[in-house]
């Protein structure tokens, strides 16, 4: 079965540039989540889905950050304008419905701004 | 302030050598989880811990959760290099959803 799958797995990018990060969750999961990893910071959580919808993005840094889900299979994380703060490793998760429930992650992109 | 601290934060050892690690917070969990993380992946579960007190083993790796719930440990028998990476500890309370601690970066020499 396939897992959670992101894409670009690494993402080179001059500040300054949009950056739109994709992500497809386990079929059937219906929360999604959007992490940021840096080695400052650890794991952090910048927004999550639950049934499409925008349920908490209080860890959403800024408004150049943005993240939607138009369909249960298919989300974004966009930065617009990007800046070298920005470069860490984004995780998108899956779960199934409810509080508590496992979350499966992606193998993440890799983003540095130069 | 984090919700979850782990520590150590950083340990290196020799295989064949026993480490435990640790998890802990002031607030109640419902359930516990244990990630590990090598590198350019994505954190991979564990083990899940939801009774107070609970033991759980997994290969050369025993689970414990506190008996108040708002701790746990990971303990690895006879460390190998493949043991090496970054684990996670990750708390949910009730009716929320989990949320990770700052991680043990483990290094295993040979």
């Known amino acids: 079965d396939a897992g959670v799958i992101q894409s670009p797995r690494h993402e080179v990018t001059e500040m300054g540039q949009e950056v739109t990060l994709r992500c497809k969750p386990i079929?059937?999961?219906?929360?999604l989540f959007w992490y940021r990893q840096t080695m400052m910071r650890g794991l952090e959580l910048l927004i999550y889905?639950?049934?499409?919808?925008?349920i908490d993005d209080s860890g959403m840094p800024e408004d150049r950050f943005s993240a939607k889900m138009p369909n249960a299979s298919f989300s974004t994380l966009k930065i617009q304008p990007s800046e070298p703060r920005d470069s860490a490793v984004y995780f998108c998760?899956?779960?199934?419905w409810g509080s508590g429930k496992t979350q499966y992650f992606g193998p993440g992109t890799r983003l540095l701004v130069l | 302030t984090q919700l979850l601290e782990q520590s150590p934060q950083f340990l290196s050892i020799q295989e064949g050598e026993n480490l435990t690690v640790y998890c802990n917070s002031s607030?109640?969990?419902?359930?516990l989880q244990w990630y590990r993380q090598e590198p350019g992946e994505g954190p991979v579960l564990l083990v899940t811990?939801?009774?107070?007190?609970e033991v759980k083993k997994l290969k050369r790796l025993t689970f414990q959760f506190g008996d108040a719930r708002k701790d746990s440990s990971l303990h690895i028998t006879a460390a190998q290099p493949g043991d090496t990476g970054l684990y996670l500890c990750?708390?949910?309370?009730?009716?929320?959803?989990?949320?990770f601690g700052p991680g043990t970066r483990l290094s295993v020499l040979p």
């Open positions: 811990v939801v009774t107070g007190g």
């Open positions: 998760a899956s779960s199934p």
């Open positions: 889905f639950n049934n499409n919808v925008p």
């Open positions: 990750a708390g949910a309370l009730y009716g929320q959803n989990f949320v």
């Open positions: 607030s109640v969990f419902s359930s």
């Open positions: 079929s059937g999961h219906n929360s």
